[in-house]
């Protein structure tokens, strides 16, 4: 009987079987094969290189906990050197905890760790906006002003602290969430942005990375709960409203029948993106490489996305 023995050593206490692969593994057998996993792709990927300064999004949640803590080993082989940053959008009984955790976390790794919230910074919180927002007949998604000012805070913080590189916690279903997102939205340019890290001569942007890209996500939840970390695995309240959340459930439900689907889906689209880049991106720039005429932020119109949504908000809000 091979059923129930560690694929990799023998043991007799399996905790995962890998249907997409056939592997059956023991805890231990699984954590080595999901950090060697995650080191191979940064490597195999050129994610970084020595002397890299890499800056890690840490939420609290469970990915970019993993993330910090894989990345700590490149840290302490001196190949890298760590920060950490940790956005606090104001989203009450939700972001509180993760601010914490990844407080506790990055002290415990002995990694420098920033934090900047909406308030501070911009003196609003996505509560707040909400509670506007929900007053208008078509209200306005969370994510699409989150999304925006999370990604110039992230960026802003990168040239400061000068890094070279920018890290997030997106795994395997997140990235087949958003090919086929774009896919329905028939959305080639975001599309054919998706990958292991972004590319633009424009060097305001710091260049992102994606190490977990081919992690699926409950193999994360279970990295994290075999290592004894603390992690919070609450979602935003403001997620359940999404379009990517319910792609997500149509993924989740459709990989239970058919396993390889989600590496089916990456791999086949890595395969044909560089086919669409070049036909698509013939004449165009990709990032926009102007500058923003209120913010002085990298944009491709004259006025930035953010400045353009800080003016709507305030006006809004009245502070
Ligand atoms: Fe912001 Fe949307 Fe993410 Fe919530 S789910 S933190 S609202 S981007
Ligand atoms: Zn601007």
Same mark, same amino acid.
Request: overall charge positive; hydrophobic content about 30%; charged content about 30%.
């Given at each position: 009987? =091979? #059923?129930?023995?560690?694929?990799?050593?023998?043991?007799?206490?399996?905790?995962?079987?890998?249907?997409?692969?056939?592997?059956?593994?023991?805890?231990?057998?699984? %954590?080595?094969?999901? #950090?060697?996993?995650? !080191?191979?792709?940064? %490597?195999?990927?050129?994610?970084? =290189?020595?002397?890299?300064?890499?800056?890690?999004?840490?939420?609290?949640?469970?990915?970019?906990?993993?993330?910090?803590?894989?990345?700590?080993?490149?840290?302490?082989?001196?190949? $890298?050197? !760590? &920060?950490?940053?940790?956005?606090?959008?104001?989203?009450?009984?939700?972001?509180?905890?993760?601010?914490?955790?990844?407080?506790? =976390?990055?002290?415990?790794?002995? $990694?420098?760790?920033?934090?900047?919230?909406?308030?501070?910074?911009?003196?609003?919180?996505?509560?707040?906006?909400?509670? &506007?927002?929900?007053?208008? %007949?078509?209200?306005?998604?969370?994510?699409?002003?989150?999304?925006?000012?999370?990604?110039?805070?992230?960026?802003?913080?990168?040239?400061?602290?000068?890094?070279?590189?920018?890290?997030?916690?997106?795994?395997?279903?997140?990235?087949?969430?958003?090919?086929?997102?774009?896919?329905? #939205?028939?959305?080639?340019?975001?599309?054919?942005? $998706?990958?292991?890290?972004?590319?633009?001569?424009?060097?305001?942007?710091?260049?992102?990375?994606?190490?977990?890209?081919?992690?699926?996500?409950?193999?994360?939840?279970?990295?994290?709960?075999?290592?004894?970390?603390?992690?919070?695995?609450?979602?935003?309240?403001?997620?359940?409203?999404?379009?990517?959340? #319910?792609?997500?459930?149509?993924?989740?439900?459709?990989?239970?029948?058919?396993?390889?689907?989600?590496?089916?889906?990456?791999?086949?689209?890595?395969?044909?993106?560089?086919?669409?880049?070049?036909?698509?991106?013939?004449?165009?720039?990709?990032?926009?490489?102007?500058?923003?005429?209120?913010?002085?932020?990298?944009?491709?119109?004259? $006025?930035?996305?953010?400045?353009?949504?800080?003016?709507?908000?305030?006006?809004?809000?009245?502070?």
């Amino acid at each position: 009987m =091979t #059923e129930n023995i560690c694929t990799q050593c023998g043991n007799k206490h399996v905790i995962i079987h890998r249907k997409y692969n056939g592997q059956r593994l023991c805890s231990n057998c699984f %954590k080595d094969s999901i #950090e060697k996993q995650v !080191l191979k792709t940064v %490597k195999k990927e050129k994610l970084v =290189t020595k002397g890299d300064k890499v800056l890690v999004g840490l939420s609290g949640g469970k990915d970019s906990v993993a993330l910090l803590k894989i990345l700590n080993i490149l840290k302490e082989k001196n190949i $890298i050197e !760590l &920060e950490a940053v940790t956005i606090d959008e104001g989203i009450s009984g939700y972001r509180e905890e993760g601010v914490r955790i990844a407080k506790e =976390t990055a002290a415990q790794l002995n $990694i420098k760790h920033h934090i900047v919230s909406f308030k501070d910074k911009y003196n609003f919180t996505i509560d707040r906006i909400m509670e &506007e927002e929900m007053k208008e %007949k078509n209200p306005q998604h969370a994510c699409t002003y989150c999304g925006v000012f999370r990604r110039q805070i992230f960026n802003q913080v990168a040239r400061d602290v000068k890094a070279t590189k920018l890290a997030t916690g997106h795994n395997l279903d997140d990235e087949t969430q958003s090919i086929l997102m774009n896919y329905m #939205e028939g959305n080639v340019n975001n599309m054919v942005r $998706i990958g292991y890290k972004t590319q633009s001569s424009d060097e305001r942007f710091t260049q992102k990375i994606k190490p977990l890209r081919k992690i699926p996500e409950k193999e994360i939840g279970l990295y994290v709960l075999e290592s004894g970390f603390e992690v919070h695995f609450d979602g935003c309240p403001y997620a359940h409203e999404s379009f990517r959340m #319910e792609v997500g459930d149509f993924l989740r439900e459709t990989t239970l029948k058919h396993p390889t689907m989600m590496y089916s889906i990456l791999n086949g689209f890595e395969k044909i993106k560089p086919a669409i880049k070049k036909d698509y991106m013939a004449n165009k720039t990709g990032l926009p490489n102007g500058t923003c005429e209120i913010c002085g932020e990298p944009a491709s119109q004259k $006025i930035c996305k953010s400045c353009k949504f800080l003016e709507k908000i305030h006006e809004k809000i009245g502070e």
